[in-house]
């Protein structure tokens, strides 16, 4: 396995690859690997003949106030797990090489980055959206996998490809979940032990929510109220949104129809999580 730091050498290496017809599996994470990565790497594995990951918490898509500095790292561990699941490069710029002194593009979806986390995380989605524009043209993968965890993340993502005629196809996989329902997710180790067992509420108000449905509810905003009665029952819970939109076009759906995304913000103490669920017609 490599290790590759400089992005000019990521670039050339990936271009030597795709010169002799390699197909390039691409796997963007901020590192603190865990269940819900892995997923992806293995996929890839499966289907790309080489598996390149990038692990860098990338400081644009972090607002003043929030956790980059803070933010969990541990390089040797994260080169051990990918190492073992078969990872042949893994991509780990610094910040200054990725954004120069006078850095000064970015890449901003009207519109989808405004809405349910952009409207808590004001230039969150340019910032996300921007590395991923950047670590598509270095690393040039063939089929590059994401989470359905961040599922706006994902939308924002096929988006940006279409609209701007990126070469690389998307991959959405679903959410890795720990035993008790929690999404994994890096940020679940700020949790304390007491917030570690509430946090298992965001996951019990989906499921709620899929009862409520399979009994024919479809309104949303009965769905909603019960979603938020369950989350507010847990003393460390605070509630930033809980929506059920379209889960293409993101606008919010007054009763059920077509592929419905309930999706939901949830500060359990000082960590903000996130979870969600689609709702397909066939699940009703
Ligand atoms: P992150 O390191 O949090 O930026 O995540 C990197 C990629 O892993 C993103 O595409 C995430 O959506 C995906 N991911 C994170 N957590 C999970 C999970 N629990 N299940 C599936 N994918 C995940």
Redesign the pocket.
């Known amino acids: 396995m490599k290790v590759i730091q400089d992005p000019q050498a990521m670039s050339n290496y990936a271009q030597g690859l795709r010169r002799r017809g390699k197909s390039i599996g691409f796997v963007?994470?901020?590192?603190y690997l865990h269940a819900?990565?892995l997923?992806?790497i293995k996929r890839a594995r499966k289907e790309t003949e080489v598996v390149v990951i990038s692990i860098f918490v990338n400081p644009a898509q972090f607002t003043p106030r929030e956790d980059f500095k803070k933010y969990p790292r541990d390089f040797k561990r994260d080169r051990k797990l990918s190492k073992d699941s078969g990872v042949d490069v893994i991509f780990n710029p610094k910040p200054s090489q990725m954004y120069a002194q006078d850095y000064a593009t970015y890449i901003n979806v009207e519109r989808l980055s405004k809405v349910l986390c952009g409207r808590s995380r004001p230039g969150h989605f340019r910032g996300v959206t921007t590395v991923v524009a950047k670590l598509f043209n270095i690393v040039k993968p063939t089929i590059s996998y994401?989470?359905?965890?961040?599922a706006q993340?994902a939308i924002l993502i096929r988006k940006m490809v279409k609209d701007l005629n990126m070469d690389t196809k998307i991959k959405v996989?679903?959410?890795?979940?720990e035993n008790d329902g929690l999404?994994?997710?890096?940020r679940n180790k700020y949790l304390s032990p007491e917030e570690r067992k509430d946090a298992k509420i965001l996951f019990q108000s989906l499921q709620e929510a899929k009862k409520m449905i399979k009994c024919k509810e479809r309104n949303s905003s009965r769905i909603i109220s019960s979603i938020k009665k369950i989350l507010v029952s847990k003393k460390s819970a605070k509630i930033d949104y809980v929506e059920i939109v379209d889960a293409c076009s993101l606008r919010p759906q007054k009763r059920l129809e077509g592929q419905a995304l309930i999706a939901l913000a949830v500060w359990i103490g000082k960590t903000r999580l996130i979870d969600n669920m689609i709702v397909k017609a066939k699940d009703r």
């Open positions: 963007p994470t901020m590192g819900g990565h997923s992806l994401f989470g359905q965890k961040d993340q996989l679903p959410i890795v979940r999404a994994m997710s890096s």
